[in-house]
């Protein structure tokens, strides 16, 4: 038997994901979950203390186990030789100048950012070395083998699609020779097409964006631009500001210079408002993803060119953009568009896992897709089973009067969270980590924020829809698996659900269905008995600031101590 490990070790966004011999995806998670840490940057993803309860649950004691991750060795030898040469102690990167340069971001911060790169892959496999000590006294390991990184980020969202034979697009920040590539799946095999080369990204421009909207990029607010971005107005001089940083030739995408980037900066801060920091910059919200979508055209055009396909395959962290995501199809002759549950480096935990085994097993054919998002750990309800001697509020129910009870609390204006099930792979809460509320009252945005959330009113919240419904819903209805995309509310329905609609009419939807998420159908369903509608709003169980909950404790201190009115594990139901 033989399994194999697949680490994540870029300097942000850690992850582990396990496979078995067959090729399932037996465990896949973020290390910002069991750490509480949000984005766990330059944190392991395989610390033994942890490892040890994961192997003992996942592999057999005899197991022969491999490892892999997900930055190329050629890459990794170019880290080693940089180390050598001295260029990441604190001397060198004291002699780099803390301006912007040509890949829109400090010179100083992007070497830190590559020798935090280079010290994890220098530590990858020790975590699950000594894990395997701790579990079984012993470590059957076969050795640790690299993968290139844009290669790892197609293989997991291409053999996660249901797809054969589509056309990938991997756009992140960085990679090892640039920061987008091109591959080809045919007929369930990986090719690589196109791999760009140069510092420069999109993924950079927009971390750029976010700080100069008075955000903090290095914090992962990224997401606050694509919410913001609707309340703004496209204003003439930022957009002609903007594209002073690139150019397009026919498919090909070009960056500025270092002199150019540090004038446009410097011009657009001029600019911005006084009270940028506390509330952001609108104005740049819009015209920075309007940017950013003009930079994505480019590159969709030259994928459809090299890969003519009705199918299209989005990978890295750029493909977490939702708002653009929603526009694809129809476009550069995409029919079809598929985005993983987890496009940005966590899922290259899965992506490194499944190269290497695709490599010992050369006639292994990934799974059809869509590959499930429940991939993580669960919650154990002990917890509840020792309160319920002393908190009378506190009640089991049978597992078929949890949905119908939920709903009727919905119905009643009640904040619920709800934890049932492994824990989501990827940034979103699907129904297994959620905070959910009834999408009808206009002031219920207003009030989770008040109450439990604690963030900015302009970002929305989603909606989760039966998807045997939605066409009645959304104007030119995608199914939408993972809420990886925004589509536009049919007008005739916006003032039924004001709580999800967004200032643009739109909504980042959660397509439910029955054989996805059974239990989560069946609550969405017992809400659309009661009302009619079968929407209920769902963000993530979190407050701002913090990753998804990890732990039973975690779900109850965030009762305790917030606004939620109930709370509901497995078949435990809490209320205040």
């Not at 070395?129 to 012993?138: C, N, Q």
């Not at 591959?183 to 100069?212: M, Q, W």
């Not at 989603?462 to 939408?480: G, K, M, R, T, V």
């Amino acid at each position: 038997m033989s399994y194999t490990i697949g680490l994540a070790t870029t300097f942000h966004d850690p992850a582990i994901a396990i496979i078995g011999p067959d090729g399932e995806v037996l465990f896949a998670e973020a290390t910002e979950r069991y750490l509480q840490y949000k984005r766990a940057p330059n944190c392991e993803p395989d610390s033994a203390p942890r490892m040890e309860g994961v192997l003992k649950r996942y592999i057999p004691g005899d197991a022969e186990v491999r490892i892999a991750t997900s930055w190329g060795e050629d890459f990794t030898g170019f880290l080693d030789q940089m180390a050598r040469a001295g260029s990441f102690t604190l001397e060198a990167l004291l002699k780099l100048s803390p301006e912007l340069n040509r890949s829109l971001v400090p010179e100083r911060t992007e070497r830190a950012l590559i020798a935090s790169l280079h010290v994890a892959q220098q530590r990858a496999g020790m975590g699950v070395l000594l894990g395997l000590d701790r579990a079984y006294g012993k470590a059957n390991v076969t050795g640790l083998t690299r993968y290139g990184h844009h290669l790892s980020h197609a293989a997991y969202a291409c053999w996660s699609s249901p797809f054969d034979n589509a056309a990938c697009l991997v756009v992140d920040g960085m990679g090892e020779t640039g920061a987008s590539a091109i591959f080809a799946l045919e007929n369930g095999r990986l090719r690589e097409v196109k791999r760009h080369r140069g510092r420069e990204s999109i993924g950079f421009y927009f971390g750029l964006v976010t700080d100069l909207a008075g955000f903090d990029q290095a914090k992962g607010e990224e997401w606050k631009i694509m919410g913001l971005a609707p309340y703004g107005k496209t204003d003439p001089e930022l957009m002609a500001l903007l594209r002073k940083l690139y150019s397009i030739e026919g498919h090909k995408l070009s960056f500025a210079k270092a002199d150019v980037v540090q004038a446009v900066a410097a011009e657009i801060l001029a600019k911005r408002p006084a009270d940028a920091l506390d509330q952001g910059w609108a104005d740049l919200a819009r015209c920075g993803q309007d940017v950013f979508a003009e930079m994505m055209e480019a590159l969709l055009g030259e994928a459809a060119a090299l890969v003519p396909s009705e199918n299209l395959v989005m990978a890295g962290g750029c493909a977490l953009n939702s708002s653009f995501n929603g526009k694809i199809v129809g476009r550069h002759g995409f029919k079809t568009v598929f985005v993983p549950s987890a496009p940005a480096d966590d899922g290259n935990a899965i992506g490194a896992a499944w190269l290497a085994h695709a490599e010992a097993n050369p006639d292994w054919r990934a799974p059809k897709g869509p590959l499930s998002p429940y991939l993580g750990s669960t919650v154990s309800t002990e917890p509840f089973e020792r309160m319920q001697l002393w908190e009378k509020r506190l009640r089991k129910l049978g597992p078929d009067e949890i949905a119908p009870v939920t709903a009727k609390l919905l119905t009643e204006g009640k904040l619920i969270g709800w934890v049932q099930g492994r824990a989501e792979f990827g940034p979103r809460a699907l129904g297994n980590r959620s905070i959910i509320a009834d999408p009808r009252p206009a002031d219920a945005k207003d009030i989770l924020n008040a109450k439990v959330k604690y963030r900015e009113a302009f970002r929305p919240f989603a909606p989760s829809i039966l998807a045997e419904h939605a066409a009645d819903w959304f104007e030119n209805y995608q199914d939408a698996p993972y809420m990886e995309r925004t589509l536009v509310w049919k007008e005739a329905v916006r003032d039924r659900v004001p709580a999800v609609v967004h200032e643009d009419a739109t909504g980042r939807l959660q397509s439910v269905t029955a054989k996805r998420n059974p239990r989560y159908h069946a609550l969405i369903s017992a809400f659309h008995e009661l009302t009619g509608v079968p929407v209920i709003l769902n963000t993530s169980f979190n407050i701002m600031g913090k990753p998804i909950l990890h732990t039973g404790e975690d779900a109850i201190l965030m009762f305790y101590t917030s606004g939620l009115d109930a709370l509901v594990i497995d078949d435990w139901l809490l209320v205040k």
